[in-house]
C-alpha cells in the first residue's frame, strides 16, 4: 500500500514538473481548450526556443574564435527570439510573433551564406527554412517569400565574392546546395498543404458534428443539448422564457400517424420561429415541447410573444397530403434574472406550462 501512495505522488509530482514546462511554452492555454491559435502560439514558442539554444551558443563560440561580427550578430539573434517569448507571453499575437521568428532567420541565412558562418560551415542551416516559413506563413505566403531568398540565395552564390572559393570547396557544391534546398521546399510544401487539407477537414468535419451535436434533426432547430449551451453561454443577465407543449399530440399521431405527426412538429419549428425578435432562439426541447429564449424585451412582451404564437397556431390549417387537422399550444412563461437562476427559470415556466394545462389548455401563463 505504501508504495501504491509513494507511486501515486511521484506521478503527481512528475505531472506537475510536465505541466509546468509545458506552460512556459504552452502561452495561449484558455481554459484548457487547445485551440489553433493556442498551437500556433505554443510551437511558435518552441522555434523561438531552439533559435535561442542553438544562435547563444554558436554566438558565444564565435566572440571566443575571434569571429566579432558573426558572434554579435548571433547574440543579438537569440536576444530578439527571447524577447519574442515575452512578447508572445503578453501579447497572445501570434501572427506578428512569427515575424519575428522568420524574418530575422532570413536575415541571418544570407550572413552565414556570404560569410561562410564557423570555418565556412555557414550553408548547412538553410535547410531548416522552409519547414519554419511554410508554418509560420503557410503554403502560398511561404512560398513566394522562399522563391524570393532562392533568388537572393543564387545572387549570393553565384555573382558575389563569397567564402566559397577561399574554403576550398568543389565548384559543383554551390549547385548541389541549391537542388537540394529545391528538394527541401519541394518535400515541405507537400507536407504543409496535406496538413492543411487535413486540418480544413478536419474542422469541417468537428463543425458537421457540433452541427449534428446541436440541432434536432426533424425541425432543423436547436435541441435540448444546443439550446442550453446557447442559454449558458450567453452574456444576457436577463431573459425570457416561453415554454410550449403541444396540446392533446398524441391524439394526432393515433389518428393520423407518425409521419403526420413528425410533419406537424417540422411546421410548428418554422411557425414558432417566424415571429421571433432579433437575437431570439428557439429549440425543439423534447417531443412535442418547444422552448422560446427573448431578450431586450420586457415580461409582457414575452406574454404577448407567446400569445400571438399560440393565436397563429390555432388559426392555422395543418395540410399533409389529404389530411387536414388543426392544433392548439399550451405556454407557460417566466424570467431568468439576478435572482432566478437559469435551472429555476426552466422550472418557473414548466409549472405555468402545466398550469395552463390544468386550466383547460390552449393558453398562456405568467404567474
Same mark, same amino acid.
Given at each position: 500500500m505504501a508504495k501504491k501512495v509513494s507511486r501515486i505522488k @511521484?506521478?503527481?509530482?512528475?505531472?506537475? @514538473? *510536465?505541466? !509546468?514546462?509545458?506552460?512556459?511554452?504552452?502561452? $495561449?492555454?484558455?481554459?484548457? /481548450?487547445?485551440?489553433?491559435? /493556442?498551437?500556433?502560439?505554443?510551437?511558435?514558442?518552441l522555434?523561438? @526556443?531552439?533559435?535561442? #539554444?542553438? @544562435?547563444?551558443?554558436?554566438? %558565444? &563560440?564565435?566572440?571566443?574564435? $575571434?569571429?566579432?561580427? #558573426? $558572434?554579435?550578430?548571433?547574440i543579438f539573434i537569440a536576444f530578439l527570439y527571447s524577447m519574442n517569448h515575452v512578447y508572445l507571453r503578453y501579447t497572445h499575437n501570434h501572427s506578428m510573433s512569427g515575424n519575428f521568428v522568420i524574418y530575422p532567420l532570413y536575415i541571418l541565412m544570407v550572413y552565414?551564406?556570404?560569410?561562410?558562418?564557423?570555418?565556412?560551415?555557414?550553408?548547412?542551416?538553410?535547410?531548416? %527554412?522552409? /519547414?519554419? /516559413? %511554410?508554418?509560420?506563413? $503557410? #503554403?502560398?505566403?511561404g512560398l513566394i517569400e522562399l522563391g524570393l531568398f532562392t533568388l537572393v540565395l543564387v545572387i549570393v552564390m553565384f555573382f558575389m565574392d563569397s567564402h566559397f572559393v577561399e574554403s576550398g570547396y568543389h565548384p559543383a557544391l554551390k549547385s548541389r546546395i541549391l537542388f537540394s534546398f529545391f528538394v527541401v521546399i519541394f518535400l515541405s510544401a507537400i507536407?504543409?498543404?496535406?496538413? &492543411?487539407?487535413?486540418?480544413q477537414e478536419l474542422k469541417e468535419t468537428t463543425a458537421k458534428l457540433k452541427l449534428v451535436a446541436n440541432?434536432?434533426? %426533424?425541425?432543423?432547430?436547436?435541441?435540448?443539448?444546443g439550446?442550453?449551451?446557447?442559454?449558458?453561454? *450567453? !452574456?444576457? !443577465?436577463?431573459?425570457?422564457l416561453l415554454l410550449a407543449d403541444v396540446d392533446f399530440f398524441k391524439r394526432i399521431n393515433d389518428e393520423y400517424g407518425h409521419d403526420v405527426g413528425d410533419y406537424a412538429l417540422a411546421e410548428l419549428g418554422r411557425i414558432i420561429q417566424k415571429p421571433l425578435p432579433k437575437g431570439g432562439l428557439v429549440s425543439r426541447w423534447g417531443g412535442e415541447e418547444f422552448l422560446v429564449a427573448v431578450c431586450d424585451c420586457t415580461e409582457l412582451d414575452a406574454f404577448n410573444l407567446a400569445e400571438s404564437i399560440r393565436q397563429e397556431v390555432e388559426e392555422?390549417?395543418?395540410?399533409?397530403?389529404?389530411?387536414k387537422f388543426r392544433m392548439t399550444l399550451s405556454f407557460g412563461v417566466a424570467t431568468m434574472n439576478e435572482f432566478t437562476s437559469l435551472r429555476e427559470t426552466i422550472t418557473l415556466a414548466d409549472n405555468r406550462l402545466y398550469s395552463a394545462k390544468r386550466a383547460g389548455r390552449n393558453q398562456t401563463r405568467r404567474r
Open positions: @511521484t506521478n503527481k509530482i512528475k505531472d506537475k @514538473t *510536465t505541466s !509546468t514546462w509545458l506552460t512556459f511554452f504552452y502561452v $495561449g492555454k484558455n481554459g484548457g /481548450a487547445f485551440s489553433e491559435d /493556442a498551437r500556433r502560439v505554443f510551437i511558435i514558442n522555434f523561438a @526556443t531552439v533559435g535561442v #539554444l542553438f @544562435t547563444l551558443p554558436l554566438g %558565444l &563560440s564565435s566572440l571566443y574564435e $575571434g569571429k566579432v561580427i #558573426l $558572434g554579435v550578430v548571433l552565414l551564406i556570404y560569410t561562410g558562418g564557423v570555418h565556412g560551415t555557414g550553408h548547412v542551416w538553410i535547410y531548416c %527554412l522552409p /519547414a519554419v /516559413a %511554410l508554418f509560420l506563413h $503557410g #503554403l502560398k505566403r507536407y504543409e498543404y496535406s496538413m &492543411s487539407r487535413s486540418n440541432t434536432d434533426e %426533424l425541425t432543423e432547430l436547436l435541441n435540448r443539448r439550446m442550453m449551451q446557447r442559454l449558458e453561454g *450567453t !452574456t444576457y !443577465t436577463s431573459y425570457h392555422h390549417e395543418f395540410v399533409y397530403l389529404d389530411q
